[in-house]
């Protein structure tokens, strides 16, 4: 099935080369690939220096994205006012996608977490028919969630509420797709029932790399050499739901289980104080840990394709990481935490392992057996990259297209049929 060519309005706020995560790039993907598939995609983002000159990309939308300071932890810092502005409306915003909108079949918004629900709103004046993707819980409101978790019982928290799910629901944010059936359930507990699932797609660069191997005769896992440790690679940003010092404690585990191992922890962004107390739990494993943070993207593949086992040993519930799919394409064994979605990706024993979060002994007892036991980590590595292909970039896309024909009430053009 395939879709007739649309002029579609991507909106985000974060769009490369500002990169904070899984979600910017995964947009990014998703907008090159529906290019290539023939549609005509312009991005609305945020204000930023480096997106200058970028073709069909309209950074015009608040709040900036220059500067030092983390705009997420920035949001906690604000005042009432301007988080009503960054999570609810912001009328710049509106205006913004008022004047983005002009000549656009739909729009198709990614994260609006500080973006406000303006670009909806501006659709729904508009009469511009919507699609909203979502890797994160942003449609229950930051402000909400953090509220809770410091003052649960507070009546005002209770009336932010209430006042967030009636204006939410007076937008309409239409038609959602969720990354994970974990967080289309997590979303449907704050309100929002009936998101349908599209599991993301393996990174673009990331096929590429794996094509290139192939091509170069490298095709599957990489084999241990004789007496070579296991080398074990965690990507993930070194902040507490992680999990790294769990990984740490179960490094140090399989160790005194007789595992041979090495481990490199791969981050985008540290917090201080916690990359302080990794290095406290790493000082007894001697040699064998490295930090390795703020790599170019290149530099991070040369990482994947150096190592045997990829670890996300996360402890919150991570909707679904693009690190699992990472590893899975390069012919890595990929161990997850049963925190959150990236479990969907797997199953355990069979293309990967799962263990329990926080549980430093089942994961130490999944490090040791596979340093142990090479022929089950090819095997397992060999399944994961078959898992990948099901996977792929193409399939989430044609997930996207279904979805945005549906949202314009239009049927998917059968297969041959020219567009």
């Not at 979600?23 to 690939?33: F, G, S």
């Not at 953090?146 to 009336?159: C, K, N, Q, V, Y």
């Not at 095709?219 to 993930?236: H, I, K």
């Amino acid at each position: 099935m395939s879709v007739r060519p649309l002029s579609i309005l991507a909106v985000t706020l974060r769009y490369p080369p500002y990169v904070a995560g899984g979600y910017e790039l995964l947009t990014r993907d998703a907008v090159e690939t529906l290019r290539e598939r023939g549609h005509r995609v312009r991005v609305l983002c945020g204000a930023g220096a480096r997106l200058a000159g970028a073709e069909d990309v309209l950074p015009w939308l608040a709040p900036g994205l220059d500067g030092e300071e983390d705009l997420f932890e920035r949001s906690f810092r604000a005042s009432n006012a301007e988080r009503l502005r960054l999570h609810v409306l912001r009328l710049a915003n509106y205006r913004a996608t008022r004047r983005a909108l002009v000549g656009a079949d739909v729009l198709l918004f990614f994260n609006l977490g500080m973006v406000s629900l303006a670009p909806v709103l501006a659709a729904r004046h508009a009469r511009v028919p919507t699609l909203g993707f979502l890797s994160d819980a942003w449609p229950a409101n930051h402000w909400v969630l953090s509220w809770r978790e410091r003052a649960p019982d507070s009546l005002r928290l209770a009336l932010l509420e209430r006042f967030w799910r009636g204006f939410r629901e007076l937008v309409d944010l239409g038609p959602l797709l969720a990354c994970s059936a974990y967080l289309a359930r997590r979303l449907a507990g704050e309100g929002l029932p009936g998101i349908e699932v599209a599991h993301l797609g393996v990174p673009r660069d990331v096929e590429r790399a794996a094509a290139g191997h192939a091509a170069a005769g490298h095709d599957g896992p990489r084999a241990r050499a004789s007496n070579e440790p296991l080398r074990v690679l965690c990507t993930s940003s070194l902040w507490e739901g992680k999990g790294q010092d769990v990984l740490l404690a179960a490094a140090a585990r399989a160790l005194e289980l007789g595992a041979e191992l090495e481990l490199v922890l791969a981050a985008g962004s540290a917090r201080p104080e916690f990359r302080a107390r990794l290095e406290a739990l790493a000082a007894p494993l001697g040699g064998r840990v490295a930090f390795r943070e703020r790599l170019p993207r290149a530099e991070l593949l040369d990482e994947l394709a150096r190592a045997h086992v990829l670890v996300l040993p996360s402890t919150w519930g991570e909707p679904f990481a693009l690190a699992v799919l990472e590893g899975l394409a390069l012919g890595l064994a990929v161990v997850a935490s049963d925190a959150g979605g990236s479990p969907e990706a797997l199953r355990d024993g069979v293309d990967g392992r799962i263990t329990p979060a926080g549980d430093v002994e089942a994961l130490a007892r999944a490090l040791a057996d596979l340093a142990r036991d090479e022929p089950r980590r090819l095997a397992l590595a060999r399944a994961g990259q078959a898992r990948a292909r099901e996977l792929a970039q193409g399939r989430f896309v044609e997930r996207l297209e279904l979805g945005l024909a549906r949202a314009r009430g239009e049927a998917p053009l059968r297969a041959g049929v020219a567009h």
